[in-house]
């Protein structure tokens, strides 16, 4: 199966940055879309932003011009660099990523990280 490990939230003062990271890995042929999410308290979980595998990215209106996705192919992560940061960002952030397993059949998964807290507070 595949894993996903995330790193990199915490409580950060308006208008900071921070920087989320995601490694998958596990029984990995091949990953094509990376992406994260996010959930608020009482709110559904939104698309932030994704990556394709050819670094086509696409972003919620929310953060565009703030946010950065990108990510390392060799190293089967997937990166959220945060700038400018608002109280409204505050939310747990989830990676999500579309991987074929090894083997034969591949197996298509789409696994969930465990989420990492972002807090954005004076």
């Known amino acids: 199966q595949v894993q996903l490990a995330e790193s990199g939230g915490g409580l950060v003062q308006p208008g900071g940055s921070l920087r989320l990271s995601c490694e998958a890995s596990?029984?990995?042929?091949?990953?094509?879309?990376m992406g994260w999410y996010r959930q608020a308290p009482g709110k559904q979980r939104e698309l932030v932003a994704e990556i394709t595998s050819r670094h086509t990215t696409n972003y919620a209106d929310s953060v565009k011009g703030r946010f950065t996705i990108s990510r390392d192919d060799a190293k089967n992560t997937v990166f959220l660099h945060m700038n400018s940061l608002k109280p409204e960002d505050t939310a747990v952030y989830y990676c999500n990523i579309e991987v074929f397993t090894q083997g034969w059949p591949r197996v298509k998964l789409h696994p969930w990280g465990q989420g990492t807290q972002v807090t954005v507070s004076s």
């Open positions: 596990g029984s990995i042929f091949s990953i094509n879309d």
